[in-house]
């Protein structure tokens, strides 16, 4: 009934002509019209005031999507459908209202949105939104905001380590004095690039695994902690090499950071896998 | 329940690698148009940190062409004589300019300097400044070697060597000459090794042209140039006690009058700071006299020769206090950056000797200054158990950071109000690393009305020029403290000397003598077992006398000295006179600002053969060595921090713990999700 009216009406031929496209024809039309926030987030990008981090987390998110592209459904499901235009909506609105990273954080969540719309059931999304909004530019952003208090943990735990390691240690601000030697917590150590990269990863890896949202989401709080952990182990045995030495050299910054960046990362997908690898 | 498959088809061989080239060609966009500074903040801070500011980045360049120090002094009486050699080396395979700034004694009349090059002896001119830096650019631009020797403050000189050539081994040795003062009837010789980092105020280094101390190595970092030092006394009296509170030594002689002293072998580096050398002589007392040297045609002097004396009177002993007026006391404490630690530490006992010294009838004040300055209280406070105690806790909480500006403190120091029947001490606590001296000066002689300055300068290496130019233009008297213990001992000194004055009202006169250009021209009141020190000229023969006059605690005070009129003294004296003279009117020239005296200096420079900070020495050999001196390599030579100074005087960057730099980051959590989701999709393509 309904295809003979669409082959006899004009409005019909169009409709089947739009029904004919590809979903990610459908998702170009709407991040078209997002254009604005990628603007924003490019030119962030290009005058250097954020790590192009985000760069890996858009090329996971387009390599899982290019994996999944012949499973889209020609028609989206309403439900998401409306969500992803209702925030495309916000999104646009945001321009006006919002400071222009939670506009491109309402962005790609309807880019996200629209996505889950037309992806087939049993796909998760929360790893597909979450590798969406790291893909943004927020490095810098969460320097800024979470920075401070994360340095300031992360001295005050470090200090109690180092305590229970028997060295004289004591805490000012996001500053430490260990053993007579000032060495400070600065923006650099703040363990914020350890938090993306964590999260990064275990996005991925439950975006590639199919890691349903419910089970990843009680997972991330131990991801924080991971973080958080490994950062003071960082820190602390950086914080010791300092007082003990005259200087430590780049080399061994970078190695103790690397190692114990491995080891988080490691435990991340650790956490991530466990649940997917019993399930199988 | 097993959840539904996810019916995708896995890579085919040729997809997996195509998918890894393209992981490989992502990370190679990302390394190639990353710009490190952005990718990781903290390294830039890195790169922006001061030290260890070596030009050269040829490997085959030798960074460090410094290769040793060598000092020999002779002291006679009380005239040190003091010969410096350092040695440079080109160990690289390209022409080098080697640039070092070093210190020199406060009282240093330097006056002469040669260069040994491949067994040949180039012997140094004084020049104008101007004129000196012409001639060393244009041998250093025809490939000459050469070497400028110029002062940048009247203890801080600059030595340049250009077109030092591959293996070459260039021994630059300059001379000069001090007279020691002996205080407590103590004598003390002291050889500077570094320079303080000075903080330059951004006013300040408008003026200064720039940093004073060049580079420096970081903290506990030591030099690989090593410091010999060998010392010979020849001495009247027998040498007592002989004593080095700053190095291990070797000493021969003892109870003799001729004692050798040198630097005992030692792990620990010589050269991060002052050598200071301590002696007393039999009897306990000051070897006051009277000294002549007859001028010779030699002297190269214009218009005929001159005759120098110099004299040298003990002062009476102090006597009791007696009952004295209120006095007025206001503490000036440096709590910058380069405090930070043990000066800051030595300072707090410093001032609770002092404070704690102080008698009920006195009031005092105490100003913390470092960037900004602060008050105990608004107006000087009774020296109450209550009050002390308070300053004594305000001192105990400070801590050493910021910058150091001197000048403000200075004049809010000088605006404070004070009554007329009130006298006034203002002592001043810091290690003097500022380069505003003249500005200082200035300020205290034009408040030389509102009080005395005493200067405290605590430190193994002082700014001396400014802690000594600050007493002298305060009329007061300075005081270095090098170690914590010397503190308290510093203290009671400084208490006995303002409660008793020895004389005062001090006057030098000449009968039967034709005297001329004496200096100082008017001399301050003698403050505790210093002696009074006269230079001057004279004319014709010498049947006279010299006559010292003042009012003593118990009374007029007359002192007279005859000498010997063979004039076969030091020929020294002709320096020290002209060097006395020269900071007289580098004071004055202080006091005026400008360059008003700049004639004079420089005239007194060239003629008694002086670096001053218009006259420069420069040797230049006339061969033409290095056929492509534009290809020459600048290298500042890089000094050790003084012992106990931290990094934080050079502001350098506080350690910190940066995370490990993003692309290296990120390539490994790549790695890592890799390797997490391979094993499932290798499982599925089984399934």
């Known amino acids: ?280 | 329940m097993s959840r539904p498959r996810i019916p995708y088809n896995p890579l085919t061989r040729t997809g997996r690698v195509l998918w890894c080239m393209a992981l490989a060609a992502f990370s190679a966009v990302l390394m190639l148009f990353w710009s490190p500074a952005h990718a990781d903040d903290s390294e830039a801070l890195r790169a922006e940190s001061p030290y260890f500011a070596v030009n050269s980045s040829e490997p085959g360049t030798d960074r460090l062409p410094l290769k040793s120090t060598d000092v020999n002094v002779k002291i006679a009486g009380v005239i040190a004589d003091v010969t410096v050699t350092q040695h440079y080396r080109n160990e690289g395979q390209r022409p080098i300019e080697a640039r070092y700034v070093f210190p020199g004694s406060t009282q240093a009349a330097v006056h002469a300097m040669t260069v040994k090059l491949g067994g040949r002896v180039l012997t140094a001119r004084i020049k104008e400044k101007e004129q000196a830096r012409i001639e060393y650019q244009a041998a250093k631009r025809e490939g000459k070697t050469s070497a400028l020797l110029e002062q940048r403050r009247p203890n801080v000189f600059e030595m340049n060597v250009a077109n030092i050539l591959p293996g070459d081994d260039v021994a630059v040795e300059l001379r000069y000459t001090e007279l020691l003062r002996p205080t407590d009837a103590q004598y003390g010789f002291v050889f500077p090794t570094v320079v303080g980092p000075r903080y330059n105020s951004p006013s300040a280094a408008a003026h200064n042209g720039g940093a004073i101390g060049g580079a420096y190595l970081k903290q506990g970092t030591a030099s690989n140039a090593p410091l010999t030092l060998r010392v010979v006394l020849d001495t009247p009296l027998p040498v007592r006690a002989v004593a080095s509170p700053s190095h291990e030594v070797m000493i021969d002689g003892i109870g003799s009058t001729h004692a050798a002293v040198s630097l005992k072998p030692s792990e620990q580096p010589a050269n991060n700071r002052d050598f200071i050398l301590n002696y007393r002589l039999a009897g306990d007392r000051i070897e006051a006299g009277l000294v002549l040297y007859r001028g010779t045609p030699d002297d190269g002097d214009e218009g005929g020769a001159e005759n120098f004396f110099l004299a040298m009177v003990e002062p009476p002993k102090a006597v009791a206090p007696r009952e004295i007026n209120p006095r007025d006391y206001i503490f000036v404490v440096d709590i910058s950056g380069s405090m930070h630690g043990y000066p800051l530490e030595t300072a707090k006992v410093l001032l609770r000797n002092l404070i704690g010294g102080l008698r009920p009838s006195d009031t005092f004040n105490v100003m913390l200054f470092s960037g900004s300055n602060r008050m105990l209280a608004p107006a000087s406070v009774p020296a109450t158990r209550a009050n002390i105690e308070q300053a004594i806790r305000t001192i105990n909480e400070m801590g050493g950071g910021g910058s150091t500006e001197i000048v403000p403190a200075l004049k809010r120091v000088a605006a404070l109000p004070k009554a007329e029947e009130v006298s006034r001490s203002v002592i001043f606590v810091t290690d003097g690393y500022v380069s505003v001296e003249a500005e200082v000066f200035r300020l205290i002689r034009q408040n030389l009305n509102q009080f005395n300055v005493f200067s405290f300068g605590i430190g193994t290496s002082v700014n001396r020029h400014l802690i000594e130019g600050m007493a002298r233009a305060g009329q007061g008297e300075a005081f270095i403290v090098t170690k914590p213990e010397q503190a308290a001992a510093q203290a009671e000194r400084l208490r006995r000397i303002i409660e008793t004055p020895v004389l005062t009202q001090v006057k030098a006169s000449f009968e039967g003598i034709d005297a001329y250009d004496v200096e100082p021209l008017q001399l301050p009141d003698v403050l505790g077992g210093r002696p009074v020190v006269v230079f001057g000229k004279w004319r014709g023969e010498w049947a006279g006398k010299f006559v010292l006059e003042g009012r003593a605690a118990d009374g007029p005070y007359r002192q007279v000295l005859t000498a010997l009129p063979d004039g076969q003294g030091p020929s020294a004296l002709r320096q020290l006179w002209a060097r006395q003279r020269i900071a007289a009117l580098s004071d004055q020239e202080a006091l005026e600002g400008g360059s008003t005296q700049k004639a004079q200096i420089t005239e007194l420079g060239l003629r008694y053969s002086l670096l001053t900070p218009y006259t420069s020495f420069i040797a230049v050999d006339q061969r033409v060595r290095n056929s492509n001196p534009s290809q020459t390599q600048p290298v500042d030579q890089p000094s050790p921090l003084p012992e106990g100074v931290s990094n934080h005087a050079i502001g350098a960057e506080v350690p910190s713990t940066p995370e490990p730099g993003a692309i290296a980051a990120l390539l490994v959590v790549l790695g890592i999700v890799i390797a997490g989701v391979w094993p499932s999709r290798r499982r599925r393509r089984k399934e």
């Open chain 1, 1 to 280: 009934m309904a295809t003979a009216f669409i082959a006899t009406h004009p409005l019909g031929r169009w409709q089947a002509r739009c029904e004919a496209l590809s979903p990610l024809a459908w998702l170009g039309l709407q991040a078209a019209a997002l254009w604005p926030h990628w603007r924003w987030a490019g030119a962030r990008l290009a005058d250097g005031s954020d790590d192009p981090l985000g760069l890996a987390a858009l090329a996971a998110l387009g390599l899982w999507v290019a994996q999944r592209e012949p499973l889209l459904r020609g028609s989206p499901r309403r439900a998401w459908a409306f969500a992803s235009a209702a925030v495309t909506i916000m999104a646009t609105l945001a321009l006006f209202f919002l400071p222009p990273l939670l506009g491109a954080v309402l962005a790609v969540l309807a880019l996200a949105a629209g996505l889950r719309s037309v992806m087939p059931s049993g796909q998760p999304w929360l790893p597909v939104a979450g590798l969406a909004v790291l893909a943004l530019p927020v490095v810098s952003s969460l320097q800024f905001y979470a920075g401070y208090p994360l340095r300031v943990v992360t001295a005050e735990i470090s200090t109690w380590v180092l305590q229970l390691a028997g060295l004289a240690a004591e805490r000012s601000g996001t500053a430490m004095l260990v053993e007579g030697e000032l060495v400070i917590v600065d923006a650099p150590c703040s363990g914020v690039q350890m938090v993306w990269m964590a999260y990064f990863c275990a996005c991925a890896v439950a975006a590639f695994s199919g890691l349903r949202d419910r089970a990843m989401l009680a997972r991330l709080p131990l991801v924080g902690l991971l973080v958080l952990a490994g950062n003071v182990l960082r820190n602390s045995v950086l914080v010791t090499l300092e007082a003990q030495q005259a200087s430590v050299s780049e080399a061994v910054h970078q190695g103790v950071g690397l190692v114990v960046l491995l080891a988080v990362c490691g435990a991340v997908v650790a956490v991530m896998r466990g649940g997917r690898d019993a399930q199988a």
